[in-house]
């Protein structure tokens, strides 16, 4: 076995240092976007699963043993239906259109840390480069609407435009929150000035910045009960009514990847990412270097993917439990409830920080 191993060993260390570099950051790519497609198609089965349990009913029992091959069989039903392009439509634009809104949630993971050392760009500037691809999705939303020359779809594009614009505000103004306690644009960074313990996460002190990034998070998402881009009753279902086949079923994997991200960078901003709520117990300190269980008190990405699937909970629970609202309140809440307590909270971490408490506590001037 070992001269097995010497021998791969040694054929990677003959390969030239650039391509063991794109080996290396092409194998990242490869297994985070699987394991992120994986979630995506997981999560349909889990969301119809939870809804069921709350509402008193089964969810899918049939396809596999539980269920489990559902999703499997949603996307084979997806890719072989026929894909209709309406006759008077912008045929490039209704094509790149699904496309403008999944790629953008896939390549953020690029900056997102899922420990202390597996991350596939560790740059500087990974905030702004988070902001800035999350921001992208709504161009897919609009030229979808605007792309199969339909009054419905349109309208919904920019119902759901309008709707994404106005939290993207909210949640960039929380984020200058996290900026402003974390010190760095570093992702990673921002999680290692959480270390410590729960008591030292960014959820305590920025917890109203918390709930607005949440909640905004939910409504950029178009996911109930801000869904009225996709309010059936009033426009039929939205900017991609006249999808269908494999481009309907990336508008649906767009979906449920950016509750996949909203999820993990919630996670990432205000519970400390791959932190242990255990980190500040003197007493379970030893037990960090147990193998196998050492992540329990030393953090990793197992304490990541819980959070995340905490957060993916929510998602499904509010679904389940609140009705829509009116368009002139979901715009009233953005508009005038969440911009002005962020504008205000961050004035409060000026005086935070000018007299030392919280984040920083440790700070010299």
């Known amino acids: 076995m ?19 570099y794109l080996t290396t ?23 119809r699963k939870v809804i069921g349990s709350m509402q008193g009913r089964v969810g899918p029992n049939r396809v596999g043993p539980l269920g489990l091959g559902q999703p499997f069989a949603d996307v084979i039903k997806l890719l072989i239906k026929e894909v209709v392009v309406p006759s008077k439509s912008n045929r490039f634009l209704f094509v790149i259109a699904p496309l403008l809104t999944l790629v953008p949630a896939l390549a953020a993971w690029a900056v997102i840390p899922m420990n202390d050392w597996f991350v596939i760009a560790d740059i500087n500037a990974g905030l702004l480069y988070v902001l800035a691809l999350t921001s992208l999705g709504v161009y897919g939303v609009i030229l979808a609407g605007w792309a199969t020359n339909s009054k419905y779809a349109f309208l919904g594009a920019m119902r759901s435009a309008a709707q994404i614009v106005a939290y993207e505000i909210a949640m960039g103004f929380a984020l200058v929150g996290v900026l402003m306690a974390g010190g760095s644009l570093n992702l990673g960074d921002i999680v290692r000035a959480q270390a410590g313990g729960f008591t030292q996460w960014f959820l305590l002190p920025l917890f109203p910045l918390f709930l607005v990034y949440w909640i905004s998070g939910v409504a950029e998402t178009n996911r109930a009960p801000f869904d009225v881009a996709e309010g059936e009753s009033e426009i039929v279902a939205g900017f991609h009514v006249e999808y269908s086949g494999v481009a309907f079923a990336l508008f649906f994997l767009a979906e449920y990847a950016n509750m996949v991200l909203i999820s993990g960078l919630t996670a990432i901003f205000f519970l400390g990412g791959w932190a242990s709520p255990f980190e500040g117990i003197e007493f379970l300190q030893p037990f960090g270097d147990i193998a196998f269980v050492g ?26 439990t609140f009705p829509r609202y009116r368009y002139d309140q979901i715009m009233r809440l953005g508009w005038k409830v969440f911009i002005p307590i962020t504008i205000i909270w961050i004035a409060v971490e000026a005086v935070m920080a000018w007299m ?10």
């Open 2 to 20: 070992s001269f097995v191993v010497d021998f791969f060993v040694g054929m990677w260390d003959a390969l030239p240092p650039l391509v063991q």
């Open 25 to 47: 950051v092409l194998s990242k790519v490869l297994l985070v976007t699987i394991v992120v497609i994986l979630v995506v198609a997981f999560s349909t089965y889990f969301e």
């Open 295 to 320: 992540w329990i008190v030393s953090g990793g990405f197992p304490w990541l993917f819980i959070k995340i699937a905490f957060f993916m909970y929510t998602f499904f629970w509010l679904r389940a």
């Open 356 to 365: 030392h408490v919280g984040p920083w506590s440790g700070l010299t001037i």
